[in-house]
Protein backbone atom coordinates (compact mmCIF):
# COMPACT_ATOMS: atom_id res chain seq x y z
CA UNK A 1 0.00 0.00 0.00
CA UNK A 2 1.21 3.54 -0.90
CA UNK A 3 1.36 5.65 2.12
CA UNK A 4 2.03 9.38 2.18
CA UNK A 5 5.61 10.28 3.13
CA UNK A 6 6.02 12.97 6.04
CA UNK A 7 7.67 15.91 5.00
CA UNK A 8 10.00 18.40 7.21
CA UNK A 9 8.09 20.12 10.51
CA UNK A 10 6.51 16.59 11.25
CA UNK A 11 7.76 15.62 14.62
CA UNK A 12 7.85 12.00 14.20
CA UNK A 13 10.80 12.91 11.46
CA UNK A 14 12.98 13.92 14.70
CA UNK A 15 12.45 11.27 17.01
CA UNK A 16 14.80 8.67 17.59
CA UNK A 17 12.65 5.17 16.56
CA UNK A 18 11.91 2.27 18.29
CA UNK A 19 13.43 -1.16 17.88
CA UNK A 20 11.36 -3.48 15.45
CA UNK A 21 9.61 -6.62 16.85
CA UNK A 22 10.91 -9.49 15.10
CA UNK A 23 8.03 -11.56 15.44
CA UNK A 24 5.37 -8.69 14.71
CA UNK A 25 2.51 -10.09 12.45
CA UNK A 26 2.69 -6.51 10.40
CA UNK A 27 5.79 -6.65 9.74
CA UNK A 28 5.71 -7.94 6.11
CA UNK A 29 2.91 -5.24 5.48
CA UNK A 30 5.14 -2.94 6.97
CA UNK A 31 8.43 -3.74 4.40
CA UNK A 32 6.02 -4.32 1.32
CA UNK A 33 4.05 -0.33 2.52
CA UNK A 34 7.73 1.12 2.09
CA UNK A 35 8.86 -0.43 -1.42
CA UNK A 36 5.65 0.24 -2.73
CA UNK A 37 5.84 3.91 -1.48
CA UNK A 38 9.49 4.26 -2.36
CA UNK A 39 9.23 3.33 -5.75
CA UNK A 40 5.78 5.49 -6.42
CA UNK A 41 7.95 8.47 -5.19
CA UNK A 42 10.69 7.60 -7.47
CA UNK A 43 12.84 7.24 -4.18
CA UNK A 44 15.72 4.96 -3.53
CA UNK A 45 15.63 4.06 0.09
CA UNK A 46 12.47 5.49 2.84
CA UNK A 47 12.88 4.98 6.32
CA UNK A 48 9.91 3.88 8.22
CA UNK A 49 9.64 7.00 10.27
CA UNK A 50 8.93 8.81 6.83
CA UNK A 51 5.49 6.94 6.75
CA UNK A 52 4.83 7.92 9.94
CA UNK A 53 6.13 4.64 12.04
CA UNK A 54 8.49 4.66 14.54
CA UNK A 55 10.15 2.01 13.82
CA UNK A 56 14.04 0.73 13.02
CA UNK A 57 13.92 -0.25 9.60
CA UNK A 58 14.43 0.83 5.92
CA UNK A 59 14.22 -0.28 2.29
CA UNK A 60 17.49 0.84 0.07
CA UNK A 61 17.41 0.18 -3.76
CA UNK A 62 20.57 2.09 -5.05
CA UNK A 63 20.23 0.90 -8.44
CA UNK A 64 19.71 4.21 -10.34
CA UNK A 65 22.28 5.65 -8.57
CA UNK A 66 25.37 3.06 -8.65
CA UNK A 67 27.72 3.26 -11.39
CA UNK A 68 27.21 0.24 -14.35
CA UNK A 69 30.39 -1.69 -13.68
CA UNK A 70 28.49 -2.14 -9.53
CA UNK A 71 26.25 -5.03 -8.65
CA UNK A 72 22.54 -4.00 -8.64
CA UNK A 73 22.08 -3.13 -4.84
CA UNK A 74 18.44 -3.16 -3.13
CA UNK A 75 17.71 -4.72 0.88
CA UNK A 76 15.54 -4.58 3.55
CA UNK A 77 17.41 -3.12 7.14
CA UNK A 78 15.88 -3.90 9.85
CA UNK A 79 17.25 -2.65 13.64
CA UNK A 80 20.30 -1.95 11.81
CA UNK A 81 24.05 0.08 13.71
CA UNK A 82 26.99 1.54 12.66
CA UNK A 83 29.63 -0.53 13.41
CA UNK A 84 32.63 1.37 11.87
CA UNK A 85 32.80 4.37 9.91
CA UNK A 86 35.55 5.70 7.29
CA UNK A 87 37.70 8.25 8.44
CA UNK A 88 37.34 9.89 5.03
CA UNK A 89 34.51 11.36 3.83
CA UNK A 90 33.63 12.39 0.55
CA UNK A 91 30.95 15.15 -0.97
CA UNK A 92 27.83 14.18 -2.87
CA UNK A 93 24.79 16.32 -3.44
CA UNK A 94 21.74 14.49 -1.28
CA UNK A 95 18.09 15.24 -1.43
CA UNK A 96 15.13 13.70 0.76
CA UNK A 97 11.61 12.53 -0.41
CA UNK A 98 10.59 14.74 3.26
CA UNK A 99 12.13 17.65 1.81
CA UNK A 100 11.20 17.97 -1.57
CA UNK A 101 12.65 20.44 -4.02
CA UNK A 102 16.02 20.64 -1.87
CA UNK A 103 19.28 19.14 -2.75
CA UNK A 104 22.59 20.04 -0.71
CA UNK A 105 26.26 18.76 -0.78
CA UNK A 106 26.90 16.80 1.91
CA UNK A 107 30.15 15.06 2.96
CA UNK A 108 29.70 11.51 4.28
CA UNK A 109 32.44 8.46 4.98
CA UNK A 110 32.75 6.45 1.68
CA UNK A 111 32.76 3.15 3.72
CA UNK A 112 30.57 2.06 7.21
CA UNK A 113 30.39 -1.46 7.90
CA UNK A 114 26.94 -2.40 9.34
CA UNK A 115 24.99 -4.60 11.54
CA UNK A 116 21.00 -5.67 10.38
CA UNK A 117 18.67 -7.97 10.04
CA UNK A 118 17.27 -8.83 6.74
CA UNK A 119 14.09 -9.30 5.28
CA UNK A 120 14.35 -12.92 6.17
CA UNK A 121 15.27 -12.22 9.49
CA UNK A 122 18.77 -13.06 9.44
CA UNK A 123 21.74 -11.06 11.58
CA UNK A 124 23.99 -9.69 9.24
CA UNK A 125 27.25 -7.51 9.44
CA UNK A 126 28.33 -5.95 5.75
CA UNK A 127 30.75 -3.56 4.54
CA UNK A 128 29.72 -1.12 1.99
CA UNK A 129 31.50 1.54 0.26
CA UNK A 130 30.48 4.62 -2.53
CA UNK A 131 26.73 5.91 -3.24
CA UNK A 132 25.54 2.58 -1.48
CA UNK A 133 26.92 3.31 1.79
CA UNK A 134 25.96 7.05 1.76
CA UNK A 135 22.61 6.29 0.83
CA UNK A 136 22.75 3.24 3.95
CA UNK A 137 23.58 6.49 5.91
CA UNK A 138 20.90 8.78 4.87
CA UNK A 139 18.39 6.12 6.01
CA UNK A 140 20.28 5.19 8.94
CA UNK A 141 20.09 9.08 10.11
CA UNK A 142 16.28 8.67 9.59
CA UNK A 143 16.02 6.32 12.75
CA UNK A 144 18.44 8.41 14.72
CA UNK A 145 15.87 12.02 14.08
CA UNK A 146 18.23 13.38 11.99
CA UNK A 147 18.19 14.27 8.43
CA UNK A 148 20.40 15.65 6.02
CA UNK A 149 20.24 18.96 6.08
CA UNK A 150 21.15 18.84 9.45
CA UNK A 151 24.84 18.50 8.24
CA UNK A 152 25.27 21.78 6.47
CA UNK A 153 26.89 24.80 7.76
CA UNK A 154 24.39 27.47 9.76
CA UNK A 155 24.96 29.68 6.76
CA UNK A 156 23.47 27.22 4.50
CA UNK A 157 20.72 26.75 6.78
CA UNK A 158 19.82 30.13 7.02
CA UNK A 159 19.87 30.28 3.19
CA UNK A 160 17.31 27.68 3.09
CA UNK A 161 15.33 28.66 6.22
CA UNK A 162 12.51 30.35 3.42
CA UNK A 163 12.35 27.19 1.55
CA UNK A 164 12.24 24.82 4.41
CA UNK A 165 9.33 26.48 6.08
CA UNK A 166 7.03 26.46 2.89
CA UNK A 167 7.56 23.04 3.41
CA UNK A 168 6.81 22.91 6.72
CA UNK A 169 3.70 24.93 6.15
CA UNK A 170 2.11 23.34 3.57
CA UNK A 171 3.40 25.52 0.62
CA UNK A 172 5.07 22.55 -1.27
CA UNK A 173 4.10 19.49 -3.41
CA UNK A 174 5.71 16.52 -4.59
CA UNK A 175 4.46 14.25 -7.17
CA UNK A 176 3.56 11.86 -4.51
CA UNK A 177 1.40 11.78 -1.56
CA UNK A 178 2.46 13.68 1.48
CA UNK A 179 1.50 14.57 4.65
CA UNK A 180 1.94 17.86 6.97
CA UNK A 181 2.30 17.98 10.01
CA UNK A 182 -0.81 20.00 10.92
Not at 104 to 125: C, G, Q, S, W
Not at 155 to 182: M, S
Request: proline residues 9%.
Amino acid sequence: MIRPILLYGSPILRQTAQPVDLGDPNLPALIQDLWDTMYNADGVGLAAPQIGVSKQIFVVDARELQPPEEEPFHGVFINPRILTSAPECIPYEEGCLSIPHIREKIYRPNAIKMEFYDEDFRLTVKEYTGIVARVLQHEYDHLLGRLFIDYLSPIRKQLLRKKLRDIATGGVEAHYPIAHAH
